[in-house]
Nanobody, 120 residues
Framework: QVQLVESGGGLVQPGGALRLSCAAS????????MGWYRQAPEKQRELVAT???????IYADSVKGRFTIARDNAKNTVYLQMNSLKPEDTAVYYC??????????????WGQGTQVTVSS
């Protein structure tokens, strides 16, 4: 089975920076999409950023210019560099990965979530 392990969350002051990492492991033939979502208390989970197979990216309007998504294909790892953090960025951040298995089936997986808190 595929596992996603997230790291990098924490408590930072407004204007600070964090880098989140998500490493996928298990029975993986290829990864066609990796991305980050976040969910604040009493709010719906929302897209933050995704990176597609081939390198195209999508960002939520609220994070454009501040966050950067990147990947290391050799390590099956996706990163989210978060700069100029704002209190409204406070949420649990979840890694999501679309995987093609060796038998050609596809599935999506979620990381365990990592808390990002931006507060003075």
């Amino acid at each position: 089975q595929v596992q996603l392990v997230e790291s990098g969350g924490g408590l930072v002051q407004p204007g600070g920076a964090l880098r989140l990492s998500c490493a996928a492991s298990g029975s993986i033939a290829s990864i066609y999409q990796m991305g980050w979502y976040r969910q604040a208390p009493e709010k719906q989970r929302e897209l933050v950023a995704t990176i597609q197979n081939g390198g195209s990216t999508i960002y939520a309007d609220s994070v454009k210019g501040r966050f950067t998504i990147a990947r290391d294909n050799a390590k099956n790892t996706v990163y989210l560099q978060m700069n100029s953090l704002k209190p409204e960025d406070t949420a649990v951040y979840y890694c999501n990965t679309g995987i093609i298995h060796r038998d050609a089936t596809v599935d999506t997986y979620w990381g365990q979530g990592t808390q990002v808190t931006v507060s003075s």
